[in-house]
């Protein structure tokens, strides 16, 4: 059940917050900028290189490396290959994961590390791997850690990851804010240096800059009716979450979404772009989940009742579309089987700003539904 009145209550949010995820949130542009100037220290933009690599492969654990490969290789684009290694192991736990590299895998191909933990013996023995293939590696996770000396050993380049003090005696949530934009942040600089993507010194500016500005109206100060984090997180209670995005940007925004209900809050959702979500869950919205599938009942007993979960749609669009919209119709589907909708679109902007304001109010949204839900 979620406490309503613990959203209007700063000092109890804060209270709860044993994960320190709003301040995670609410330092993100920080994050951004902080991260930015260690791959810049680290010699990320001295570097020359003699052309694009043929293939860019991603190796990392848990959510956190997931969401980074997928939103590298959304803006990357379908010219610019990008594969995610999957780990295989026994267990979760940084010892029994190991990353394998494709047989094709040389010279002509690039290979990023993003870890928030450092001390996988798997992914030191991926560096070693693709120095002795001689891929290009560059990784990015704490500083002092067996992966940096991994990395010096084999002539890759290390760029430390931007962490706050408070963090050193928290075990990192990989879906928590301040992780994501760490560990993305140097990788956009250099896959802009090396031409995969476009993200310069002064767009990453305007992502802090957003950033901030989202920071500001979803901040544990500002009220939920003017709070759109806060909104989301009460609207979305007692309900699946049923996300649809519509946008190139906005897919991997709702799968980032999905991923931090479950790892924080400790809620199940179902994400799909349009217009394929509307065939793909229209059983679904017919189903049990509906809210018209559960008339009231005027003498049935609530006492000691578990609330009925419904189905909530969110859509998210990461910016007004001119021409063709599938967004009329998933309205349309939704309310004709009485379901209700959320929607968030961001301001316009560039596709990195806009992509930063759909992540960054999501983001508050699962921190508020873990706090006020006590996951």
């Known amino acids: 059940m979620l406490d309503e009145s613990l959203l209007d209550t ?7 917050d044993h994960r320190g995820l709003l301040r995670g949130a609410a330092e993100a542009g920080a994050r951004v900028r902080t991260a930015a100037r260690h ?17 860019v492969l ?8 997931i969401c980074v490969a997928d939103l590298l290789g959304t803006l990357a684009g379908p010219g610019s290959p990008v594969t995610r290694l999957a780990p295989a192991g026994v267990a979760p736990a940084a010892g029994a994961l190991r990353w394998e590299l494709p047989g094709w895998a040389g010279s002509v191909d690039l290979l990023l590390i993003a870890t928030p933990d450092g001390t996988e013996p798997g992914l ?3 560096a070693e791997q693709a120095y002795r293939r001689g891929c290009t590696v560059v990784a990015v996770a704490p500083p002092h850690t067996p992966l940096a000396e991994a990395l010096d050993a084999s002539h890759g380049l290390f760029v430390p990851m931007a962490t706050a003090p408070y963090e050193e005696d928290t075990p990192f949530a990989a879906s928590a804010p301040g992780v994501l934009w760490a560990l993305l942040t140097p990788l956009l600089v250099l896959l802009d240096r090396v031409g995969l993507l476009a993200a310069p010194a002064d767009a990453l500016e305007k992502v802090a800059d957003r950033l901030d500005h989202i920071a500001e109206r979803c901040g544990p100060a500002i009220a939920t009716y003017s709070n759109p984090a806060k909104t989301l997180a009460a609207e979305l209670a007692d309900a699946l979450p049923v996300i649809w995005t519509e946008g190139t940007s906005a897919g991997p925004a709702g799968r980032r979404f999905a991923a931090a209900l479950a790892e924080l809050a400790g809620r199940p959702a179902l994400v799909s772009e349009l217009p394929e979500a509307l065939a793909a869950h229209s059983a679904l919205l017919a189903g049990p989940l509906a809210a018209s599938a559960d008339p009231e009942d005027f003498f049935r007993d609530r006492v000691e009742e578990t ?4 189905a909530r749609v969110v859509l998210l669009r990461d910016r007004p579309i001119g021409g063709l919209s599938a967004a009329p119709g998933a309205r349309e589907l939704a309310l004709s089987h009485d379901t209700p909708i959320s929607e968030l679109e961001p301001e316009a902007g560039g596709e990195l700003a806009t992509l930063a304001e759909l992540i960054a109010i999501t983001d508050f949204a699962a921190v508020y539904l873990a706090l006020a839900s006590g996951a």
């Open 307 to 310: 609330p009925a979960l419904h």
């Open 39 to 55: 791959a810049t220290e680290a010699g990320v933009t001295d570097l020359k290189p003699d052309g694009r690599p043929r293939a």
């Open 10 to 16: 700063p000092e109890a949010l804060s209270e709860a």
């Open 58 to 65: 991603i190796a990392g654990p848990g959510a956190a490396a």
């Open 124 to 126: 030191s023995l991926l």
